[in-house]
T-cell receptor, first 115, second 114 residues
Framework: GAVVSQHPSWVICKSGTSVKIECRSLDFQATTMFWYRQFPKQSLMLMATSNEGSKATYEQGVEKDKFLINHASLTLSTLTVTSAHPEDSSFYIC???????????FGDGTRLSIL | AQTVTQSQPEMSVQEAETVTLSCTYDTSESDYYLFWYKQPPSRQMILVIRQEAYKQQNATENRFSVNFQKAAKSFSLKISDSQLGDAAMYFCAYNTQGAQKLVFGQGTRLTINP
């Protein structure tokens, strides 16, 4: 149980394009989803918290116009990296949580490479 | 602000032996949750074990157990009978009851020597 699917697992695209990453909870309804960024050999850095039907809450320093988050249903959240540039290259991981005091379950992550 | 500290960037252990990973945290809250997550080379984050602060009994999951010392704000992970598949980055994490987000430690890279 508690499976989170993240797609795509790896994407390479040209500078200036927009990239959409999907995060789905497969066997539970996720009231809250989270998006993280992870640099090599570092811990996870929370980018934003997304509650179904509400606007995402972004962490300090994260550009909301650059990283668009949509949480339209209880099983799907998307992260769109707009006008991506090489500095946006990173590993992005989503997680989903069924209820407030339940643990977060993570997707497999997306490796984003911007050329 | 809550912080989580893992003071061991790297640890290694012989296969079949026991290893303990350290984690300390700083909080003024009384109700909270602590977690250990494992991130193998595939980079998937896997929940290893979870502890509620109000429970005095240490959580156990098969070969994984914790030593939760609330007064000392310490939450170490013990891995018994280490296996090659245990090799991974291990992250300690914390969140308060009612809080939205997890606070992660810096991680400890565990190597298993055959």
């Amino acid at each position: 149980g508690a499976v989170v699917s993240q797609h795509p697992s790896w994407v390479i695209c040209k500078s200036g394009t927009s990239v959409k990453i999907e995060c789905r909870s497969l066997d539970f309804q996720a009231t809250t989803m989270f998006w993280y960024r992870q640099f090599p050999k570092q811990s996870l850095m929370l980018m934003a918290t997304s509650n179904e039907g509400s606007k995402a809450t972004y962490e300090q320093g994260v550009e909301k116009d650059k990283f668009l988050i949509n949480h339209a249903s209880l099983t799907l959240s998307t992260l769109t990296v707009t006008s991506a540039h090489p500095e946006d290259s990173s590993f992005y991981i989503c997680s989903a949580r069924q209820a407030l005091n339940q643990p977060q379950h993570f997707g497999d992550g997306t490796r984003l490479s911007i050329l | 602000a809550q912080t989580v500290t893992q003071s061991q960037p790297e640890m290694s252990v012989q296969e079949a032996e026991t290893v303990t990973l350290s984690c300390t945290y700083d909080t003024s809250e009384s109700d909270y949750y602590l977690f250990w997550y494992k991130q193998p080379p595939s980079r998937q984050m896997i929940l290893v074990i979870r502890q509620e602060a109000y429970k005095q009994q240490n959580a156990t999951e098969n070969r994984f157990s914790v030593n939760f010392q609330k007064a000392a704000k310490s939450f170490s992970l013990k891995i018994s009978d280490s296996q090659l598949g245990d090799a991974a980055m291990y992250f300690c994490a914390y969140n308060t009851q009612g809080a939205q987000k997890l606070v992660f430690g810096q991680g400890t890279r565990l190597t298993i020597n055959p």
